[in-house]
């Protein structure tokens, strides 16, 4: 693709058998590859297979200039992610596309309607006051993970429940499992629970309790008639019921409790320990929300108990409500003085609170890693999502009309090559024989590397994708007319086959490469600049422009040198395209360039 | 084909051709026409902007029998909005709602099931905020100006700073032309479109850079000699490439054709059908372009360079000389401007370079075969 060299690759004429076997063997590794991979077939895009595809586009808010980076992209994808596979979906598909894109591809079979919910909104984090708190273990009848542990109902079992088998919702809760603590504190921890998951939050000393949360009059689900309880105070025997009930280790379970609560109320919720284990809560209504936090950061504590720790900084109202729940809490018992991270309905960590914190600043410390730290911080100071997105587009495809587009654009492209075939048979006769079979080994290549390209960079094959390599057939058979164009006019001065062949190779090669160039340069520049369905049909125009290139290097020139030796086309049959009479060689021309063809001032091979 | 071949024989040697350069006049003038064509087209018509650009959801449903009127006035029913129902070439249909929201789309979704019978699963819905289609487009124009930036440095770099702006010139005019033609003819403008309308880009270059590149062989010892003005040399790479340009643009155009007619057909409007459609008009232009108007351009500017002044000068003296000694045994040989402006592409042999530029491609080249019009039919 770089600018025309000349003089290159001398070797591909003397040998042009060797060049040959190395793209077959190319090839052969490649299908190779692909059956050794156990993909057999492109994977294909949304749009063939059907499901669902939420564009979102990360908004610029005001006060939070330059968030757009690629950090908080990889975050916002990071957390989607987690959110959309914690539905119990399975390959669903989060990526960033452009700068501020990220596409989310559910497939089909999922709720679509209770993913678009979940992608989209900036995650809801909130400030809870804890009521209760156990760890979860399986309940009678709960179907997943529970490998023996058939304790009854919610009896603080001391054996650790193992991680839900679904592993996209093991990856939901690994989240909350970041901020987990290893118990460190708990020596200071009044707590009496068996739990490791206690943390201090201190800071300045000041007490006054005031109850807040308005109390909402608005109907809920489920636990949701009962009249708002003091935040510390007894929950609802509803609540209690529930509480009893829940098995945290069930992502259905999860998934459910998480639908329809409303921060004013009281809520059942899980969360996971860094042991991996679940812990259930009931969680008083939300004193603080995660907005009212201005900033969170993780910092390493040179002084005290060396160790990461994260800080926050609140907003006034923040600090206000912050300090009133701390001082609420300080001096309760264990569990009651903990406070509930809680995102997105599950809770991230759950550290307990010394005294009142009401300079507006705060720090959570225990024994975090760095990652865990950064982690919780990260929480803290984006509610979650680091970005507010908007929805874009939403597209549902049914694998039904994909397939049937796919099929449609497929036929269309047989139709398409079989009339390119038909062109190049007429008018290049023998010659098409050679245009063929690059044209094959070019399907061949783009076959097997797109189909590679799946598992390896989740290259997936879309709509305008099969038009992107439907359009090459044009591009890679144009090639060829510049060549064989070429060996024509070669032939055309009188020169035989084989020098003809030869000598039409490094005109036709400069032009073919820097043709194809401006061709990857357009599609280069679409792929890094455009999103979407573009990108996808620029990467393929790019590669298939590239492969162009290869194959005509590669597998068309070798294959002519070698053609040129037979006797078909080197003694100009009638059928071989290469027939000098057809070609307008005529005998006296032929003689008068012998005669004059040193005059002449230009090179002698124009064309 | 064999005739074709011996034309291509014809035109390699020069025997045949047509004056593109002279002519140009004629093409330039075409090209203003279609561009202000274009100009008034999107001024008065505009873009009939697909629903990406405005707003909205599409559904597409499976076979169904309900008729397109029925299927409106439901999702009229549904939605509120006004509703758009196309019966597609596979009994299918494809319903056009703008100003929709999620809740609602989902609602039509099962609405549209009920009343044709089918799944709701069954019924794709494309749904898109009126962002969405502008900031595609956003990209595409950013992208447009980084391509044509990064090309006509790199053009300049290959061959020269006048073939890059000629090239970019033609390009310009290639994606008026097909945006001129979708004002005309109304056809919705979709992302699809955009991708066709970028993948022109590349494409137009293409068969412009393959012309350019014989160009510039063939002049590259041009002030060296004195047979030739540039105008000249630029014609005859024209058409020494032309049946080359003739075939590409073929085989270019056979699978998007087959894209566009055959895909299209089984499908109705879609994306392949979007895609197919401009690159089909943009391939055209493109291929119509890159022989009409950039070589041209390339000799229109290449002819005020002064060192190819120089030489159209000499060129043209040697020639009234040659005339005047000539004029005798043979019909007035061609001045540079005469043959210019001939209509019969058959007699301008001085006009272009042959391949060997034996006596063949000199003005007198004619008189041992006998025939002292210098035509040599």
């Known amino acids: 693709m770089a600018a025309p060299k000349k003089g290159r690759r001398q070797g591909t004429q003397g040998k042009p058998g060797r060049t040959l076997v190395f793209i077959l063997i190319a090839l052969v590794a490649l299908t190779g590859g692909m059956f050794l991979s156990g993909h057999t077939t492109p994977r294909l895009g949304i749009d063939l297979a059907g499901g669902t595809s939420i564009t979102l586009q990360a908004k610029n808010e005001p006060g939070q200039k330059n968030a757009i980076n690629e950090t908080n992209m990889n975050t916002a994808v990071d957390i989607i992610n987690k959110r959309v596979n914690g539905l119990g979906v399975s390959e669903a598909e989060v990526q960033t596309q452009g700068s501020e894109n990220i596409i989310v591809n559910i497939p089909k079979g999922t709720n679509a309607k209770q993913a678009r919910a979940q992608v989209g909104t900036t995650a809801q984090l909130f400030f809870r006051p804890v009521i209760a708190r156990q760890p979860s273990v399986p309940v009678d009848g709960g179907k997943k993970g529970d490998k023996g542990d058939k304790d009854k109902k919610d009896k603080p079992s001391s054996s650790p429940t193992p991680g839900a088998s679904d592993k996209g919702t093991d990856k939901d809760g690994d989240k909350g499992d970041k901020s987990g603590d290893k118990s460190k504190d708990e020596s200071a921890s009044p707590s009496s629970t068996p739990t490791t998951q206690g943390r201090s939050v201190t800071d300045g000393l000041k007490d006054e309790p005031t109850p807040s949360g308005k109390s909402s009059d608005k109907p809920q689900d489920k636990k949701d008639e009962t009249p708002k309880p003091d935040p510390t105070g007894a929950p609802s025997a509803q609540l209690q019921e529930q509480f009893a009930k829940l098995d945290c280790t069930d992502p259905k379970v999860r998934t459910k409790i998480k639908e329809g609560i409303k921060p004013t109320d009281p809520v059942v919720a899980c969360g996971k320990d860094s042991d991996d284990n679940w812990n259930k809560f009931i969680l008083g209504p939300s004193e603080v929300s995660g907005k009212e936090v201005d900033d969170a950061k993780a910092v390493f504590d040179t002084q005290g108990a060396a160790g990461w720790k994260v800080t926050m900084d609140f907003s006034k109202t923040g600090a206000k409500q912050f300090g009133d729940i701390t001082g609420k809490l300080a001096g309760k018992q264990s569990p009651q003085n903990e406070f509930g991270i809680v995102m997105d309905g599950e809770v991230v960590s759950w550290p307990f609170v010394q005294q009142a914190l009401t300079g507006g600043q705060a720090e959570i410390s225990g024994s975090f890693d760095q990652d865990e730290a950064k982690d919780l911080a990260n929480i803290l100071s984006y509610g979650a999502l680091p970005l507010t997105f908007k929805e874009q587009s939403v597209t549902t495809v049914s694998a039904a009309l994909g397939g049937e587009q796919l099929r449609a654009g497929l036929i269309a492209g047989a139709i398409g090559l079989a009339l390119v075939i038909i062109y190049l048979v007429a008018y290049y006769r023998g010659l098409a024989l050679i245009a063929i079979a690059s044209l094959g080994v070019s399907a061949a290549l783009t076959y097997t590397i797109m189909t590679l390209l799946g598992p390896t960079i989740k290259f997936a094959l879309n709509l305008p994708a099969v038009c992107g390599a439907i359009v090459a057939i044009g591009i890679t058979a144009d090639s060829f007319i510049v060549y064989f164009e070429r060996i024509r006019d070669e032939i055309r001065e009188g020169r035989t086959l084989r020098p003809a062949v030869e000598r039409a190779w490094p005109r036709a090669r400069r032009t073919i490469l820097v043709s194809d160039f401006v061709s990857f340069l357009a599609a280069a520049v679409l792929f890094v600049v455009t999103v979407g369905k573009v990108q996808g049909f620029a990467f393929t125009l790019g590669l298939t422009t590239l492969l162009d290139v290869v194959v005509v290097f590669f597998f068309t020139k070798p294959l002519m040198t070698i053609m040129a030796r037979k006797k078909f086309f080197a003694s100009g049959h009638k059928w071989s395209g290469l027939d000098p009479k057809r070609l307008g060689v005529t005998p006296p021309l032929r003689r008068s360039r012998r005669t004059s063809a040193p005059a002449a001032p230009v090179d002698p091979k124009e064309a | ?295 041209p351009l390339v000799a229109d500017f290449k002819e005020t360079d002064p060192q190819m002044k120089a030489l159209k000068k000499r060129v043209l003296a040697k020639r009234r000389a040659a005339a005047a000694k000539g004029e005798s045994e043979e019909a007035p040989a061609p001045d540079a401007d005469a043959t210019e402006d001939t209509e019969d592409g058959d007699d301008t042999a001085p006009a272009v370079v042959g391949p060997r530029s034996g006596p063949r491609a000199q003005p007198v080249r004619n008189r041992g075969r006998g025939r002292p019009s210098g035509k040599r039919r």
Request: charged residues 15%.
């Open chain 2, 1 to 295: 084909m064999s005739k074709l071949g011996n034309l291509g024989a014809r035109l390699y040697r020069g025997e045949v051709g047509y004056d593109f350069v002279g002519k140009r006049k004629i093409w330039y003038g075409i090209s203003i026409l279609i561009t202000i064509t274009a100009f008034v087209a999107l001024m008065v018509r505009g873009l009939h902007m697909g629903i990406e650009f405005e707003g909205g959801a599409v559904f597409n449903t499976p076979k169904t029998s309900v008729s397109s009127a029925t299927a409106e006035e439901v999702a009229e029913e549904a939605s509120g909005h006004q509703a758009i129902a196309q019966r597609l070439g596979n009994d299918t249909l494809r319903i056009q709602i703008s100003g929709v929201d999620t809740d609602k789309s989902d609602h039509i979704k099962s609405e549209l099931a009920k009343e044709l019978d089918v799944k709701a699963d069954d019924i794709n819905a494309d749904l898109v905020g009126p962002s969405w289609g502008d900031q595609i487009a956003n990209k595409a124009w950013q992208g447009l100006a980084i391509f044509m930036i990064l090309v006509v440095i790199y053009l300049a770099i290959a061959f020269e700073w006048r073939m890059a702006l000629a090239a970019l010139i033609a390009l310009i005019h290639d994606l008026t032309i097909t945006v001129g033609v979708y004002a005309l003819v109304g056809f919705e403008v979709t992302p699809g479109t955009v991708i066709g309308l970028l993948t022109i880009l590349g494409y137009s270059l293409y068969d412009t850079v393959v012309v350019f590149d014989s160009l510039k062989e063939q002049s590259k010892d041009l002030a060296k000699q004195t047979r030739f003005t540039y105008s000249e040399v630029a014609n005859r790479s024209i058409n020494s490439t032309l049946v080359r340009s003739i075939n590409t643009t073929v085989v270019a155009l056979l699978p998007v054709a087959g894209l566009l007619f055959i895909g299209g057909g089984f499908l109705g409007a879609g994306m392949l059908n979007d895609i197919s459609l401009s690159l089909f008009v943009g391939l055209a232009a493109g291929a119509y372009s890159s022989i009409f108007i950039a070589t």
